[in-house]
């Protein structure tokens, strides 16, 4: 069974920084895609980044464009996504996905991920 646990949430102030992770265990392929999704209170879960771990194919939304960075080590079957000037809109708790395979369009969506984490929660202050 695949698992996936994330870690690294927080409180912090606008501004500020912080660095996600996330852990695969042996049943999380390497081949596959993964991504971060994120949701807020009231909200629909929606798609963060996303990155292949053959390709370095990578894709972000337009509302963290130039504040986030996703990576992955392979070695370590391990996520990451580092979040520099965090905004309070980026308050929500962020969930780490693996995919066994999506279409183009799924590839950005909930949809097209077949495992989750428990999620983490990250909140930023004003």
């Known amino acids: 069974q695949v698992q996936l646990v994330e870690s690294g949430g927080g409180t912090v102030p606008a501004g500020n920084s912080l660095r996600l992770s996330c852990e695969g265990n042996r049943y999380n392929r390497r081949s596959w895609r993964m991504a971060w999704f994120r949701q807020a209170p009231g909200k629909e879960r929606e798609f963060v980044a996303t990155i292949m771990w053959t390709t370095d194919s990578i894709r972000y939304v337009d509302s963290v464009k130039g504040r986030f960075t996703i990576s992955r080590e392979n070695d370590r079957n391990t996520l990451n996504l580092q979040m520099n000037f965090l905004k309070p809109e980026d308050t929500a708790i962020y969930y780490c996905?693996?995919?066994?395979?999506?279409?183009?369009?799924?590839?950005?969506?909930?949809?097209?991920?077949?495992?989750w984490g428990q999620g983490t929660q990250v909140t930023v202050s004003p």
């Open positions: 996905a693996s995919s066994r395979g999506c279409s183009a369009s799924e590839c950005y969506s909930r949809d097209g991920y077949h495992y």
